[in-house]
Nanobody, 122 residues
């Protein structure tokens, strides 16, 4: 199975930036599509961004488009989420996910990390 570990979360002021990282284990990482999801307290988990195995295709939720950028470095088995112009409504636990197939934007990915907390103060 794929093991995913997120890092890079923290506390930032409105308008600030953070970069999340997700490190995956195994030589099969390059074959997986990767996604970022988030879940705020009392809210459902929602799609944030996704990227194809090659990095040639990316997808973003409307709420983050133009502010967040997903990327991957397959040589390092790592996917990133660069978050700029952060807003209080971005506050959530952010989860990295991986799968070999299926929709890029749904929540049915096969493998999930444990999450990293992002808090944006107003």
């Amino acid at each position: 199975q794929v093991q995913l570990v997120e890092s890079g979360g923290g506390l930032v002021q409105t308008g600030g930036s953070l970069r999340l990282s997700c490190v995956a284990s195994g030589r099969t990482f390059t074959s997986y599509r990767m996604g970022w999801f988030r879940q705020a307290p009392g809210k459902e988990r929602e799609f944030v961004a996704a990227i194809s195995w090659s990095g040639s295709l990316t997808y973003y939720a409307t709420s983050v488009k133009g502010r967040f950028t997903i990327s991957r470095d397959n040589a390092k088995n790592t996917v990133y989420l660069q978050m700029n112009s952060l807003k209080p409504e971005d506050t959530a636990v952010y989860y990295c996910a991986a799968d070999l197939y299926g929709s890029y934007t749904n929540t049915q990915y096969a493998y999930w990390g444990q999450g990293t907390q992002v808090t944006v103060s107003s």
